[in-house]
Structures are given as structure tokens and as C-alpha cells.
């Protein structure tokens, strides 16, 4: 595992390892989306990693998903952010936050505005979310105008504009997991017939202007982007077009010089590979579900640069350490994982002293 804690190089930073904190909802955020002092502390406590990537954090109202999650798109956010990434800091560590707008992947009751999810298509997702009442199907969404896409776009170019101002190093654009972005991209849920759907190009094309917008917003260097290939979370079906799109799609991102591109991989090994001969910048690997032994795979066959720890990190916040010092690994209590304070978030056990 000796390369895991090897320097490397992300847009303007350099990371003291290469392990680096996948995004993961946490729920934990103030009813109005600002993070808390608890958000700040959970955060802070895992900055031994080389890079945190926060949980998505929508742009606006209509970009919420779920309940608690946080925002970065008003005063009280921005201010809540900075706690976030000075502890994060003072601890040495680094913190990209994610822009997630979750197009279809909503409530009414999950939103501040209780209106009807927008999306490329007025095309439901046929899945359950959860709400305060308890699990209810999403209702169809409202099809996004040309001239509300262009809005959305701005809505993502403001909201990176904020987060560097609550002192992030960076932002993760998230355009996977069967979000807004990966919505256009696929099949299945987007059936536009104009500039925005039917082509490769064109389902690409908001993915495409959205790296644009945030490029000339923050530069390039500060600007990563996640995809997850042939995903089907939350109803998605890219369809039999999927591996050319990624091709076009990785090949046009390639020439905006991102600081990196994060892909969520689900078992397309071929697909991996191209991915990585096409993109230039820093490669972001996460493997779900893989065993601790298997963690460094993709960094020894060099098809990654930095690999991506999700629930893993959750139990352990000292996770760097406990790898150095081959040390047990705490189990993540999974009915902790969304929602509530303290306990399951902020309280998971360090190592004892004599492994110092």
C-alpha cells in the first residue's frame, strides 16, 4: 500500500496521500441547508486524507433532493461552509465541495419551495425517496425551457463562485448517480428533441456548458467533475449509445484541463481504460463494495491516480493511520448513516494512544 501515501498533484494543490474522502450524503445539515458546527467537526476530523470531497450541496431550491442536506447559494450557507473548510484546513487537510442539483431525484416535501422536481423530460424515475413522512414514490418532474437550462447552468457557476468564498480549494461537479446531469445524459430520461436531447452531442451538451460556466467562474484548476459509466442508481438507463457518449464526453471535458475527473466505476474494466487514455489531468477512482485488500488496484495497474474511500471513512475517521499502523477497522453503524446528531457521525473512536 506504499503508494497510497505518495504525493500527488490536483489542479493547484498538492495532497499528502493519495486517499481521498468520497462525496456521501450525511443529512446533517440546519433545516434552512446551512452546515452546522457538527459539519465542521466531522469534517475536521477526517482531513488526514488527501483530499475531502464534501457531500453534494445543492446550488439552489430547486436543486434539493433531500432532507437536511446543505446548500451554497446564500450568506448563511456560505458563512456555515467557512467553519467547514477552516477546521478542515487547520487540521492540513483539503475540501473540494460537490455541486449536486438532483433534477427529477426529489420531493416536494424535501425542498424549501415544495414545487415540482425539474428535469430534461417530464419522465418520473419509478423509484421511492425518503421524506419526514417516510418513503414515497417521486412524482413525475416539470421539463426544464431552454432559457431555464441556461438558468441552471448560472445557478452552478454562482453556487462555485460561493464555495470558494467559503474557502473551498475546489469544486466536484456531480454527474452521476442518476442526477441532473447524468439525466441528460441518458436515454431513458431525457427525450428532448432539442438542442439538449436526441444526439450524443446533444444529451452532452449540458454537462459540457456547466464545466464551461464553473472553468471561467473559478479556472480549471479548481474544477473536478464526477461521472458514474452505465450506473443505474435511481432509475437511470443510459442506453446502448452509453460508451461512444463517454467517449465524446471525456474527450470534450479533456480539453478544459479539469483538475480532475472522479469516476464512480461499476465493472466496466475495457471501458476504465479508455477512460483513462483519454483523460490527461488527475484520474479519481471509486470501486464500491471492493475489499480493504483490493484498495490499491487501481493505482498499481495505473489506471488511477488517487482512489476514493466511502463508508470506510464514515467509521474511521483516522482511516490513514489505522492503514499505516494495519490497525482494526471500525464497522459503520448503518442505521446512523442519514439524519440525526452526534452519534454515528461525530462519535466513532479514534485509535488508542499506544499506536501512536
Not at 431525457?190 to 467562474?217: L, M, P, W
Not at 479539469?258 to 487514455?277: D, S, T, W
Not at 483523460?279 to 482512489?307: I, M, P, Y
Not at 499505516?324 to 448513516?337: F, G, I, S, W, Y
Request: net charge negative; hydrophobic share 35%.
Amino acid at each position: 500500500m506504499s503508494k497510497l501515501f505518495d504525493e500527488v498533484r490536483i489542479g493547484n494543490i498538492s495532497l499528502k496521500n493519495r486517499i481521498c474522502m468520497a462525496p456521501m450524503t450525511r443529512s446533517r445539515a440546519l433545516e434552512d441547508g446551512t452546515p452546522s458546527n457538527l459539519v465542521a467537526e466531522y469534517y475536521g476530523q477526517r482531513a488526514s486524507v488527501g483530499l475531502i470531497i464534501s457531500e453534494g450541496t445543492q446550488p439552489s431550491d430547486d436543486g434539493q433532493g433531500y432532507t437536511n442536506t446543505p446548500g451554497i447559494y446564500t450568506k448563511a450557507h456560505i458563512d456555515g461552509w467557512k467553519k467547514v473548510t477552516s477546521k478542515v484546513h487547520s487540521e492540513g487537510g483539503n475540501i473540494f465541495i460537490q455541486l449536486m442539483h438532483v433534477g427529477r431525484v426529489s420531493h416536494p416535501d424535501n425542498t424549501p419551495h415544495h414545487r415540482q422536481a425539474v428535469a430534461p423530460s417530464a419522465i418520473a424515475p419509478n423509484v421511492e425517496i425518503f421524506t419526514a413522512q417516510g418513503m414515497k414514490q417521486i412524482p413525475t418532474p416539470r421539463e426544464l425551457t431552454e432559457g431555464e437550462i441556461k438558468d441552471v447552468i448560472n445557478e452552478f457557476r454562482l453556487a462555485a463562485r460561493a464555495a470558494i468564498e467559503a474557502g473551498a480549494d475546489g469544486v466536484e461537479i456531480h454527474g452521476a448517480n442518476g442526477y441532473l446531469i447524468q439525466q441528460f445524459l441518458s436515454e431513458n430520461s431525457n427525450h428532448r428533441q432539442d438542442a439538449y436531447g436526441g444526439s450524443i452531442a446533444n444529451r452532452s451538451r449540458f454537462a459540457i456548458e456547466v464545466a464551461k460556466a464553473v472553468v471561467e467562474e473559478i479556472g480549471a484548476e479548481r474544477t473536478g467533475i464526477r461521472f458514474s459509466p452505465q450506473g443505474t442508481l435511481n432509475g437511470i438507463e443510459e442506453g446502448e449509445t452509453s460508451i461512444d457518449m463517454y467517449h465524446y464526453l471525456i474527450a470534450e471535458l479533456n480539453k478544459l484541463k479539469l483538475a480532475y475527473l472522479h469516476v464512480m466505476h461499476f465493472g466496466n474494466e475495457p471501458l476504465l481504460q479508455e477512460i483513462r487514455k483519454l483523460w490527461s489531468q488527475a484520474l479519481l477512482v471509486n470501486r464500491a463494495g471492493r475489499s480493504l485488500d483490493k484498495l490499491t488496484v487501481d493505482l498499481d495497474n495505473e489506471l488511477a491516480d488517487v482512489v476514493t474511500v466511502g463508508t470506510w471513512l464514515i467509521a474511521n475517521p483516522d482511516f490513514v493511520k489505522r492503514l499505516k499502523v494495519h490497525a482494526q477497522l471500525n464497522e459503520p453503524d448503518r442505521n446512523t448513516m442519514y439524519a440525526g446528531g452526534a452519534e454515528g457521525y461525530t462519535d466513532y473512536p479514534f485509535l488508542n494512544e499506544e499506536h501512536d
